[in-house]
């Protein structure tokens, strides 16, 4: 089990929905973070089921590499509406799989503890191609080659410097 969802799972600290739901007190930062963390394992859940492959990254995944969640900020201030108080959800899906993700990504927002699920860089910046050797970074007509696996939770990366590889994000916090 990775970081993300063990935090969830953390007796205590409540659910976002099913037959774990809580009743969540407005203003409470760790209580938004565990229904935050709740929503991020449903819908890990929810792909796997679907069998939609899909990358999480952004300033969660950037945030489980580095502290293990820490940095996140649960208390936005001078969010507009209740989803910009909580992390949103960088999600890479491949493009194909959008039609069935923008659906689960509008319910989510509007829920009883909204989060916002962001497919914007599936949808104009990166072809997400998972099981081929080569994604694409497009930007109008321009389109560049990337290997796959750099999308993967679980491949190695190299860090500048390094003449070994570093273990990915998955890897670190452990396998589901």
């Not at 953390?10 to 963390?37: D, I, N, S």
């Not at 497009?138 to 070994?164: I, Q, W």
Request: proline fraction near 9%; hydrophobic fraction near 40%; aromatic fraction near 10%.
């Amino acid at each position: 089990m990775d970081y993300l969802a063990a935090r969830a799972a953390v007796p205590g600290e409540g659910m976002r929905t099913g037959e774990h739901a809580v009743t969540l007190k407005p203003g409470h930062a760790r209580q938004r973070e565990a229904a935050f963390l709740a929503t991020l394992a449903e819908l890990e859940q929810w792909l796997t089921g679907e069998q939609i492959p899909y990358a999480i990254f952004g300033s969660v995944a950037a945030s489980a590499w580095i502290d293990y969640g820490a940095s996140l900020n649960f208390n936005r201030p001078g969010a507009r509406d209740p989803a910009e108080r909580v992390p949103d959800i960088d999600l890479l899906v491949p493009r194909a799989s959008l039609t069935a993700v923008k659906p689960y990504a509008s319910v989510s927002r509007r829920a009883e503890f909204p989060v916002s699920i962001d497919t914007f860089w599936s949808e104009c910046w990166i072809d997400f191609r998972p099981g081929a050797e080569r994604s694409y970074l497009t930007h109008r007509r321009v389109r560049l080659p990337v290997r796959t696996e750099l999308f993967s939770p679980e491949a190695p990366v190299s860090k500048p410097g390094h003449h070994h590889p570093v273990p990915g994000r998955r890897q670190i916090l452990g396998s589901r």
